[in-house]
């Protein structure tokens, strides 16, 4: 393996989606510059088991079956985009597994594809692997829902919360943003009648729209007044299309939370988003009593 700054951890379960994501991390890794690890995990009466298993292989016959088919994709994906590949085949839970060799070759960043909501759960739980990711890595998680992305990305939406951690997104925006020479998007929603949190709102806005002009990356910003409770992930949803948007960045949970569970408008957004959703999990600070948007 290179010494490469960058790598971007791919799980790859051979599945159309995990193909999706795969190719979507390759087009990432070329502009980033970043070396692509792809990452099959052996799971016991797992589904990859049905593609390369007989009852007469040992375990060993399976591991080096599933290393052929991943080394071929390597080869393929590092001639088509100019980039170095690493394969790594791992036996365990796949969320532990992931998150585990995330860790230990310091991936700055996991893409992965995720179908949504297994079947006969509620729709308020995403695919249960990719849940769990995005819950306990420490880098940031891109999940990818759906078939057809294209490669660059042209508008990228920041939603803006006063609960979440505002600079920290912020500065994940300006990267991305910079690779593709897009558009950051902000927006936020408030209810009419509730005229100090939207004052509060717009001043956020306003601050952090300049931030980002300021900083060379073209930048607009929404404060979307609803006349009836609409929830943040509602508004992101209807408002990314009007865009044609490619990305929509997230902090998993809400600042200063002691809780692993991802929050209510996280969840909702990466099941329901039908373009990729980056998931930002808060790094550790001190406490607050109210959010800051100073930079």
């Not at 009852?55 to 590092?78: G, H, P, V």
């Not at 992101?236 to 569970?261: A, N, Q, R």
């Amino acid at each position: 393996m290179s010494n490469t700054a960058s790598k971007i951890l791919v799980p790859v379960g051979f599945s159309e989606q995990s193909m999706v994501a795969m190719g979507q991390a390759m087009n990432l890794a070329k502009i980033k510059n970043s070396e692509v690890i792809l990452l099959s995990v052996i799971e016991e009466r797992n589904s990859m088991f049905d593609l390369f298993v007989s009852d007469q292989l040992d375990e060993e016959k399976i591991k080096n079956k599933i290393l052929i088919k991943l080394n071929a994709l390597a080869t393929k994906y590092s001639e088509k985009y100019g980039v170095e590949v690493e394969v790594v085949v791992a036996k365990g839970s796949v969320y532990d597994k992931i998150c585990e060799v995330a860790d230990m070759m310091s991936v700055d960043l996991i893409v992965m594809g995720t179908n949504g909501a297994p079947k006969g759960i509620s729709k308020k739980f995403i695919g249960s692997n990719a849940e769990k990711v995005v819950r306990t890595a420490k880098c940031p998680v891109v999940t990818i829902k759906g078939k057809n992305h294209k490669d660059g990305c042209d508008n990228i939406i920041l939603p803006l919360d006063l609960e979440k951690q505002t600079k920290e997104k912020v500065s994940y925006a300006l990267e991305y943003a910079r690779y593709w020479n897009a558009t950051v998007r902000i927006v936020s929603v408030v209810l009419k009648d509730n005229t100090e949190i939207r004052n509060h709102l717009q001043k956020n806005l306003n601050l952090v729209e300049s931030f980002i002009t300021k900083a060379g990356v073209e930048c607009t910003s929404e404060l979307l007044v609803a006349d009836k409770k609409m929830s943040l992930s509602e508004a992101v949803l209807d408002y990314e299309k009007k865009f044609e948007s490619d990305l929509i960045m997230i902090m998993t949970k809400k600042e200063g939370s002691f809780s692993d569970s991802l929050s209510v408008t996280a969840r909702t957004l990466i099941y329901n988003s039908e373009i990729p959703v980056m998931s930002i999990h808060p790094k550790s600070r001190m406490h607050r009593t109210k959010s800051s948007v100073a930079f």
